[in-house]
């Protein structure tokens, strides 16, 4: 009875995360869409991007009004952007997701929230746009260095400095090698955040992301999406290497040494 009473009250758990995760998309879809145009997240409605219709508190239920409407704008029937319900279903996923993982304590779950909302923002506009806003890395770096800096574990801290520094030299090795093209200096920010959050797991976040960004960029070319030479945005890949070895990145090096150098 007791197993059974602690499954029902951690599934509520989990439901309520994905809910605050669906409800927290929805406002991210704002920062994307409004923060490449400087403009403020806080002030004024939400509006149809065609007919200009300000949009009633029932069109803005996160995820059911897009299924409930059809993804079509209740006052003109144009169809809208497929952004806004997976945003919003990423997010609450990826919260239930990470939750998961980093539910030692209160400080800890509401810091590795917070990371995957920077990780969404980032990942969409330079998807959208290919573009890293200076505002969005900034505060996701200060962020991410105060509440290291709160844990008290100064050796470690030293240790993802050092590995933030080393990636962010890399990437801009690479801008100078490339002489700019498909990287800049936002990229060299992200890989001095992940360095600040990884340490020397960022390795394995690179390898995946430059693996990934390879792949998809071959897959492109071969359905006549890009031509060779044609870059793709990096930070998508480099989010998704970074939140994989945030959850899996020490299982996935221990299988590598068991596999590759033990015999």
């Known amino acids: 009875m007791a197993r059974e009473t602690f499954i029902l009250s951690y599934m509520v758990v989990l439901v309520t995360i994905f809910v605050i995760g669906l409800c927290l998309g929805s406002f991210l879809n704002v920062v994307i869409d409004r923060w490449p145009e400087e403009k403020s997240v ?63 304590n209160y400080l800890e779950t509401v810091y590795y929230l917070i990371l995957v909302c920077y990780m969404i923002v980032i990942f969409m506009i330079d998807l959208k746009l290919e573009l890293v806003l200076e505002k969005v890395i900034n505060s996701a770096i200060v962020l991410t260095f105060l509440y290291q800096l709160s844990k008290l574990e100064f050796l470690q801290l030293g240790v993802n400095l050092a590995s933030g520094i080393f990636v962010a030299l890399f990437f801009l090795l690479l801008i100078e090698i490339s002489k700019h093209r498909g990287m800049g200096e936002g990229d060299v920010k992200i890989g001095f955040w992940m360095g600040l959050i990884l340490g020397i797991k960022v390795s394995l976040a690179l390898f995946i992301a430059f693996v990934g960004g390879a792949l998809v960029g071959l897959l492109l070319i071969f359905l006549g999406k890009k031509k060779f030479g044609q870059t793709v945005p990096l930070a998508p890949f480099l989010m998704s290497g970074m939140y994989i070895t945030l959850l899996w990145g020490e299982q996935i090096i221990n299988w590598y040494f068991s596999v590759f150098l033990t015999s």
């Open 42 to 104: 806080m002030k004024g409605r939400s509006h149809c991007d065609y007919c200009k219709k300000k949009l009633a508190p029932v069109d803005l239920i996160p995820l059911f009004s897009f299924l409930f409407l059809r993804g079509r704008c209740r006052y003109c029937q144009k169809k809208l952007s497929c952004q806004y319900p997976l945003v919003e279903l990423m997010t609450g996923l990826l919260f239930v997701i990470t939750y998961f993982f980093y539910s030692s």
